[in-house]
Nanobody, 129 residues
């Protein structure tokens, strides 16, 4: 079974930057919608961004547009990064990587948890003074 491993979480001050990475060790799937979700305490999990790794098509939630960038790491198979700039306290959450292996992304489905069949365990991102 495919496993996803996230890295790069941490604590930053408002306005700071972090880069999260997600890799599927040992797996070489070449078609998937790979996404990042986040969940803050007391809130529902929400889609942050996604990329269809076959063609690099990306999707973003409105609240991260122009601040976050999702990219495929072409040095590895089935690996994506998300660069998070201008972080705000409200960005604090557990961030999860997810993959819909064998599926594409779409403007509606990319933010649906049930679209994805593989999840990582998450990394914590904290933005505070």
């Amino acid at each position: 079974q495919v496993q996803l491993v996230e890295s790069g979480g941490g604590s930053v001050v408002p306005g700071g930057r972090l880069k999260l990475s997600c890799v599927a060790p040992g797996d070489t799937f070449t078609s998937a919608c790979m996404g990042w979700f986040r969940q803050a305490p007391g809130k529902e999990r929400e889609g942050v961004a996604a990329i269809y790794i076959v063609i690099g098509l990306t999707y973003y939630a409105d609240f991260v547009k122009d601040r976050f960038t999702i990219t495929q790491d072409n040095t590895k198979s089935a690996a994506v990064d998300i660069q998070m700039n201008d972080l705000k306290p409200e960005d604090s959450a557990m961030y999860y990587c997810a993959a819909a292996v064998g599926s594409s992304c779409g403007p509606t489905v990319w933010k649906m948890e049930q679209w994805y069949n593989t999840w990582g365990k998450g990394v914590q991102v904290t933005v505070s003074t």
